[in-house]
């Protein structure tokens, strides 16, 4: 598959799920809140330590939840800025358009407008049409300015 295609389908996708950015976002620190108040994990030292080497230094189970708590909430952290900095290079690169292709974008994408109603309530053009208007957009416009980051 050509990397150009693979490209505009990632934008696609994106462009698709820019209007969840925000709940998914509220929806990872609400996570995190959990995770960070949830001390029932916390209860001390445990009789199950054993040794994991011949020093006899045992592992704690106390210590390995905290990290693992720590793990997941820095997980979520870079979620979450994955997320914000998607949104902020779709919001700068929404600029360049005009206010015909910004519609255009809005409608199909952010309002999630099937392809064969807007072609029926508002171009007045073809379902095949409206499917590479958005592509041309993508890849002769947006493409430059967004860049996927995972």
């Known amino acids: 598959m050509d990397t150009t295609k693979e490209k505009i389908k990632a934008i696609e996708e994106l462009l ?33 330590q054993r040794a994991s080497t011949p020093t006899n230094q045992t592992i704690s189970l106390v210590e390995s ?35 015909e292709d910004r519609k255009f974008i809005d409608d199909r994408y952010f309002k999630k407008i099937s392809a064969s109603a807007l072609a029926d309530h508002k171009y007045y053009c073809s379902r095949c049409y409206i499917s590479v208007r958005g592509k041309n957009i993508i890849k002769n416009q947006l493409a430059k300015y967004i860049r996927i980051i995972q």
Do not use: C, H, P, W
């Open 16 to 48: 698709f799920s820019y209007s969840d950015i925000d709940v998914r976002v509220e929806s990872m620190r609400t996570e995190i809140d959990i995770i960070q108040n949830d001390y029932d994990t916390l209860y001390g030292n445990n009789d199950n």
């Open 65 to 99: 939840k905290v990290t693992n708590k720590e793990a997941r909430i820095e997980s979520l952290k870079r979620k979450i800025d994955i997320e914000l900095l998607n949104k902020r290079l779709i919001d700068n690169a929404m600029k360049v358009l005009n206010e």
